[in-house]
């Protein structure tokens, strides 16, 4: 005989404890028809809604995430690598909150999701409506144009506006007079550090999923600027349900789940214990935060979901050091959006200049390629570097473009023989600065290229954030070259205190991917992979023991 019939949602949600401010009470009215009060909502309140709401998660963060940076500098267990990077993103978001530059270069594909109530009516697709707003901000602001339109299957344009936004609306029965909304940011980096796996039963245990999983988060890797708020969602009707549940639960929308299952409903749950496990086990990889430590993440989510019996879908995603979601609704009483930090000064506590650049060494970039070369090779990896000089600034399009120029027999432009090599994409330059927001860029996506460019003996010394393959740090041994990883995140801080000069140098065409020439003071960079083929990640990428420390 079947089970009796029991209905709940497959991600019950609690009540929401979300802080408002309110926008506007403009065009927001009501009616009743058939007995029934309707809410009424012109699409210029939507579309103003989402100019504001892409405006502040590119500038503002929320307290909890700010808070948990400052934690890292309280804390005696954090390492003073992991202390300087949370200084430095510390110091970003300072900057970034005087809504001039943005937190990060990669201001991000805009998602929006949209909960509509049964009795909302607007006059206009929503998705139009809301789309418009995604153009205001970025049209408008000091964002970055990052979408690309594919012309042929081969060939790709910049839209520059950053359009299409990925635009979700949903009906919702059980706020039927509210528009709630949810809008992300998310940037490449981030965005490519979402994973599915299709496992089987054999991985559902403590011993043999904490193994699985410690495999996976060392290839995680640094690219998406950690310190990460990390998510693991075990289970799912589908594959492409539970790589949607984990880009919910890592913009905290789903912190309010049951955590416990039920055998008769099935629905979704938090295992709170599960995250803690694997917390700890985050903070002993040792990766930290970036360059070496403990906060390698903030906190962990973990979802646990129905699933068929013969598959095992898990998913694995991360928000990144610009944590940039917001929520959002539109009521009778107005529109109104979350309360981000708008003021965090308070949050960056008076931190010893002398503790933050202990062993640092001054690079001076405007002197022979050779000069600086023998200058690194005096140093381990690890060691933090000041670099003052000439940049030169590629990234995938540039690479590839000079790769056709060495395939056809031409020589490696002088620019990458005599400089180093920044890979990065600048956000729009604000009126009056030298610079828009300017950090790093992954630099995994160059890897192919190194040993071709090095050979011709160009990018000896390459810049970026991340990672990088063996191949590099085999090539850096063959060519005595040098990989600097730049902290992922300060992109404001960067473009306001150590960016004085940005020139447009090549490849004018590729817009924001062309080849730059910037002159920087004091920029912060660590020593990843020296001329030895010695390379700061490789240990950390070897699994430990379940619980013990490297």
Known sequence: MAPEFNYQDLLPLGEDSTQYRLLSTEGVSTFTADGKEFLKVTPQAISDLTQVALHDISHYLRSEHLAQL?????????SP????????????????????????????????????????????????????????????????????APVTTWEEKNTGNNLPAQIEIYSDTDHADEYNFLFIAKGGGSANKSFLYQETKAVLNPTSFLTWLEEKLRSLGTSACPPYHLVVVIGGTS????????????????DSLPTKGDAKTGHGFRDLELEKDILKLT????????????????????VRLPRHGAS???????????????KAKITKDGVFIEKLETEPAHFLPAESHDELTEHEVNINLNQPMKDILAQLSKHPVKTRVNLTGTLIVA????????????????????????HAVYYAGPAKRPEGYASGSFGPTTAGRMDSYVDQFQAAGGSLIMLAKGNRSQAVSSACKKYG????????????RLAQDCIKKVELLDYEELEMEAVWKIEVENFPAFIIIDDKGNDFYADIRKPLSIGKKP
């Open 70 to 78: 400052a934690n890292i500098l309280k804390d005696p267990e954090s």
């Open 81 to 148: 690598n992991d202390r300087f990077v949370a200084t430095d993103l510390l110091k970003n978001a300072n900057i970034s909150a005087g809504g001039v530059l943005p937190m990060c270069q990669d201001t991000g594909t805009a998602l929006v999701m949209g909960k509509k109530g049964q009795h909302v009516l607007t006059s206009e697709k929503d998705e139009i409506t809301i789309s418009r707003g995604v153009y205001e901000a970025f049209t408008k602001l000091n964002l970055r144009y990052s979408q690309l």
């Open 239 to 254: 594959a492409e349900y539970t790589v949607k549940t984990a880009k919910l639960a890592s913009t905290k929308y789903l």
């Open 283 to 302: 903070q002993n990889i040792g990766i930290g935060a970036q360059f070496g430590g403990k906060y390698f993440c903030h906190d962990v989510r973990v």
């Open 312 to 326: 095992l879908p898990i998913a694995i995603a991360v928000s990144c050091s610009a944590d940039r979601q917001v």
């Open 395 to 418: 990234r995938d399009l540039a690479h590839s473009k000079i790769k056709e120029l060495l395939d056809s027999g031409k020589a490696m432009p002088e620019y990458l023989k005599n």
């Open 481 to 492: 070259g040098f990989y600097l990883g730049s902290i992922g995140g300060p992109a404001a």
